[in-house]
């Protein structure tokens, strides 16, 4: 692929004295503005390869790197918080005590008073949920809080977006609304994406592309 904008090559990964590698040498490219979904079964590598790119795990060997900029090789480990990029989990991982204005302004603290107004009130009109800024998650519909959850990770601007499983807790009617309705955000803001799942309707719903991690090696495929 040409004119990649995020890379991780020749990855590999093991935890502690096991025999085998989650990843061997693996590698993979995703452009700017591209939704890609990881798919493949439970211990494939597919959680193993987000934390490598979020910083939460260091691979044995191989690099990452996002819009030109290494993120880890063998010379080099930059530090999660200092990545630029944001996540989604499964459980959406709101603050309860917050409303929905404190958890999308959570991460903007460094900014001045004035900027980060700005960036909330643009978040709300992003996600439609400007009458419910002053309710807590708990008053919420899981489709609302799934929403807050994307508007709080993209309110700092990352650079990459990771998602994992964030449908898993939705029932299916739901999940289908939501899938459309998050894809629609993600093509409005040109973010970059890189989405888990076990599930072949998230990405066939959500990605423009599939990588298959069955354990080891991943083989790519297209959606269409």
């Known amino acids: 692929m040409t004119n990649s904008y995020f890379e991780a090559s020749n990855l590999s990964f093991k935890y502690g004295k096991e025999r085998g590698n989650i990843l061997d040498n693996f590698s993979m490219q995703i452009a700017k503005g591209e939704l890609v979904g990881l798919l493949g079964p439970s211990g494939g590598g597919k959680s193993t390869l987000l934390r490598i790119v ?3 795990e260091a691979p044995q060997s191989g690099t990452v790197a996002v819009n030109g900029k290494t993120l880890v090789d063998k010379h080099c480990f930059v530090q999660p918080e200092k990545r630029g990029i944001g996540m989604i989990f499964q459980d959406y991982a709101l603050f309860p005590h917050l409303t929905v204005e404190g958890n999308i302004k959570f991460g903007l603290h460094r900014l001045p008073r004035k900027e980060r107004q700005q960036r909330l009130e643009s978040m709300l009109e992003l996600i439609r949920l400007g009458d419910y800024r002053r309710r807590y998650p708990h008053e919420l519909s899981g489709g609302q809080q799934q929403r807050v959850a994307f508007a709080r990770s993209l309110a700092p ?3 990459l977006l990771l998602m994992d499983e964030p449908f898993s807790s939705l029932d299916s009617e739901l999940k289908e609304s939501i899938r459309v ?14 989405l888990v799942t076990h599930d072949k309707e998230d990405t066939a719903a959500m990605c423009d592309r599939v990588v298959y991690l069955c354990g080891d090696q991943g083989a790519e495929g297209e959606l269409v």
Do not use: H
Not at 181 to 193: D, F, I, V, Y
């Open 54 to 56: 979020a910083g939460l």
């Open 157 to 159: 601007r990352p650079e």
């Open 181 to 194: 309705e998050l894809k629609q955000l993600l093509r409005a803001a040109n973010m970059t994406c890189l």
